[in-house]
């Protein structure tokens, strides 16, 4: 559990860091992350819709 414990607290560090030090990629890196979300979202509701047809 510390090992779990420790990791996290290590990620949390290392994004705080990256936010601070590159901003602009880190904010690209976000904007990667929520369009791969949306697009497949899209994805999923193009094939829902289509199977309802």
């Known amino acids: 559990m510390q090992v779990k414990k420790i ?3 290590v990620a949390v560090a290392f994004v705080v860091f990256y ?3 590159r901003p602009a990629e880190a904010a690209d890196a976000v ?3 929520f369009g791969g979300i949306i ?8 094939f829902f ?3 309802i047809r």
């Not at 697009?39 to 193009?46: E, F, K, M, R, V």
């Open 7 to 9: 990791v996290t607290y």
């Open 19 to 21: 936010l601070f030090t």
């Open 31 to 33: 904007n990667g992350v």
């Open 39 to 46: 697009t497949g979202a899209n994805q999923l509701a193009t």
């Open 49 to 51: 819709t289509s199977v």
